[in-house]
Structure formats: structure tokens, C-alpha cells
């Protein structure tokens, strides 16, 4: 789908987000590492899992973020707090079914297209995206 932004599902194991996806007969890509210095210096480090083909639209990937890596959300600067996070999808049971092989725990809706959809809380007030 033109224009679908990806989404990542945090694991703590990409072995196993690995054997998850093999078991539900989807093809993956990595582990693959990545790392990036923060301003501060400081090392953000983590492997991704890709599934190659995956069956519907709006599947996340996977990171598993390394030993020492502190999540970015954990000493980034206060204000912004997720409320919500909603997967819509055309085929929303198939969409389920799929997430919870992959051990994906997400609220799925049906809707006229695949999509995401995002609840903030803000300094501003809420805000919602998608």
C-alpha cells in the first residue's frame, strides 16, 4: 500500500520473533544490526527482523534493542505520552490472527484500509494521528 508507514513490535528475543514468524509460514529478513550515537554520544544499538512477504498490508518488524541500550523513550525529554495505538484493517480477523502468531499484542478495527492510529497526550492537549 502506497504511502503505509511501518511500525516496529519491541521483542526481547529477534530469535524467537524469528521462529514466531517461520511457524506461521512467513519469510523474514535478518537479523540485521543497527546502531546510531546520540547527541550525548551515547550508543543506541539494536537488531531488526523484516518479514520479506508478508501475507496482508501493516505487519510491523521487529527490534530487539541490546544489552546496555537504554530505549530512547526512557531519557528523552517529558511531554508526550502514547494514550493509544490502533491497527484499522480491511480483513481485521485475518489481521488478528496474523498478530497474535507473531505474538504481536494490538488492538485491530475493521476499516476501509490499512492503517494506524495513534493517541497523544500532549503539553498541547490530546492529538491524534493516523
Not at 550508543?43 to 498490508?57: F, G, Q, S
Not at 505520552?81 to 491497527?87: A, G, T, V
Request: aromatic share 6%; hydrophobic share 45%.
Amino acid at each position: 500500500m502506497p504511502g503505509f508507514i511501518a511500525w516496529a513490535d519491541a521483542v526481547d528475543s529477534i530469535d524467537a520473533a524469528a521462529a514466531r514468524a517461520r511457524a506461521a509460514g512467513i519469510e523474514t529478513v535478518g537479523p540485521l544490526a543497527g546502531s546510531r550515537a546520540r547527541a550525548d554520544g551515547t550508543l543506541l544499538a539494536w537488531k531488526t527482523l523484516r518479514l520479506a512477504n508478508p501475507p496482508v498490508e501493516g505487519l510491523p518488524f521487529f527490534i530487539e534493542w541490546q544489552a546496555g541500550t537504554v530505549h530512547p523513550s526512557q531519557n528523552t525529554p517529558a511531554g508526550c505520552r502514547l494514550m493509544s495505538f490502533e491497527i484499522e484493517h480491511p480483513d481485521a480477523a485475518e489481521m488478528r490472527r496474523l498478530l497474535r502468531s507473531l505474538g504481536v499484542d494490538a488492538v485491530v478495527a475493521p476499516g476501509a484500509q490499512a492503517r494506524l492510529k495513534a493517541r497523544l497526550q500532549t503539553p498541547r492537549g490530546e492529538v491524534e494521528i493516523g
